[in-house]
C-alpha cells in the first residue's frame, strides 16, 4: 500500500494551499499531488503566484 495526499483548491485557494505545504515536513512518508481550478480569464501574471513561493 502506498500513501497518497491529493489537494485540491479553487483559484482562491493557493495561498491556503502553500501555507498547507509550508506547514508538511519534509520527510512527509506520501507522494502528494495538487489539482488548483483556475478561470480561463486569469490576467498572464497569475501563475506568478506560484512561482513567488
Known amino acids: 500500500m502506498r500513501n497518497i495526499v491529493v489537494i485540491g483548491t479553487s483559484a482562491g485557494g493557493v495561498q491556503a494551499l502553500i501555507a498547507l505545504f509550508e506547514h508538511l515536513p519534509a520527510d512527509l512518508p506520501a507522494w502528494t499531488s ?20
Not at 35 to 52: C, F, G, M
Request: proline letters at 15%; glycine letters at 0%.
Open 34 to 53: 495538487t489539482l488548483s481550478a483556475q478561470r480561463q480569464n486569469l490576467p498572464p501574471s497569475s501563475p506568478k503566484r506560484w512561482e513567488a513561493q
